[in-house]
Nanobody, 122 residues
Framework: QVELVEAGGGSVQAGGSLRLSCAAS????????MRWYRQSAGKEREFVSG???????TYADSVKGRFTISQDNAGNTVYLQMDSLNAEDTAMYYC????????????????WGQGTQVTVSS
C-alpha cells in the first residue's frame, strides 16, 4: 500500500502564502497521479489540484493563478505552493493518490493522507 504524509499547514493572514508538501512511501511505483483536496467546515471535500507522472497539472477554477503544484524528480513528494490566500481557502488539505487495478491489483484503491490544516484570517 501507499502511505501519504502531509506537512506545511498553518495560520496565515489574507494575502499570505503557504507551501504544503506530501510525501509518499510504500509501493509508490504502483500509484498514478497525486492530488490535493480540501474540506472546510460544513462542506464536501473538493478537488484542488493534481499532477501526473509526466508533470501534467490540473487546477480547480477557484485556485488557478494562485496555487502551483509541483513534484520532485521521483514523483514521490508533491508540493502545493499557495499564494494570495484568502479566507475561503481555509480548510483541511488532504493529499490523495490511487493505485489502478491494472497496475498493481494487490494494492488497488484510493489512498489519503491524514490532512494538514490551513487557516487564513482576514
Amino acid at each position: 500500500q501507499v502511505e501519504l504524509v502531509e506537512a506545511g499547514g498553518g495560520s496565515v493572514q489574507a494575502g499570505g502564502s503557504l507551501r504544503l508538501s506530501c510525501a509518499a512511501s510504500g509501493v509508490t511505483y504502483c500509484k498514478d497521479a497525486m492530488r490535493w483536496y480540501r474540506q472546510s467546515a460544513g462542506k464536501e471535500r473538493e478537488f484542488v489540484s493534481g499532477i501526473d507522472s509526466a508533470g501534467t497539472t490540473t487546477y480547480a477554477d477557484s485556485v488557478k493563478g494562485r496555487f502551483t503544484i509541483s513534484q520532485d524528480n521521483a514523483g514521490n513528494t508533491v508540493y502545493l505552493q499557495m499564494d494570495s490566500l484568502n479566507a475561503e481557502d481555509t480548510a483541511m488539505y488532504y493529499c490523495q493518490t490511487t493505485i489502478p487495478v491494472l497496475r498493481c491489483s494487490r494494492y488497488r484503491g484510493i489512498y489519503w493522507g491524514q490532512g494538514t490544516q490551513v487557516t487564513v484570517s482576514s
